[in-house]
């Protein structure tokens, strides 16, 4: 697998730096964020690295993608929010923080404020305990 050794999240996949994680495939990644927008905010990404969208490979992109509908499913099933945000954003302009591509997926509650990241880490125990229910209700 492709990696950038600078990279924090190919440093999750190689087991190199810690995450709360989800669930995996073959090639992609699901994981709780540490500085979520939201209760439940979770990280989909490729094991292999690429940095933006546009960099995307083919036959990674989709396994991204389908990881990321079965979270979304497992995050509506276990925390019911009223809506969940889920984007990708390309380049530092855009707002990207972590240059490997990344979908986030945010659950949403009828008039709470919009933000894309979070500005406090989260705790550790309790984004343990996000991780198990949303991965006890994946399809």
Wanted: hydrophobic share 45%; proline share 4%; with cysteine.
């Amino acid at each position: 697998m492709s990696s950038k050794a600078d990279c924090i999240f190919c440093k999750i996949v190689a087991g190199e730096a810690a995450a709360t994680k989800i669930t995996e495939t073959e090639h992609a990644l699901a994981f709780m964020d540490l500085f979520p927008a939201s209760e439940g905010h979770a990280l989909v990404i490729p094991k292999i690295h690429y940095e933006n969208l546009f960099e995307a490979t083919p036959d990674t992109l989709p396994e991204v993608h389908l990881l990321s509908r079965r979270v979304a499913r497992a995050i509506k099933a276990a925390l019911a929010p009223d809506g969940l945000m889920v984007f990708q954003l390309n380049g530092a302009a855009a707002g990207q923080s972590v240059f490997h591509y990344h979908a986030h997926l945010i659950p949403r509650t009828t008039g709470s404020e919009f933000k894309l990241h979070g500005r406090e880490r989260a705790d550790d125990a309790q984004l343990a305990a996000l991780a198990r229910r949303i991965s006890n209700a994946l399809e």
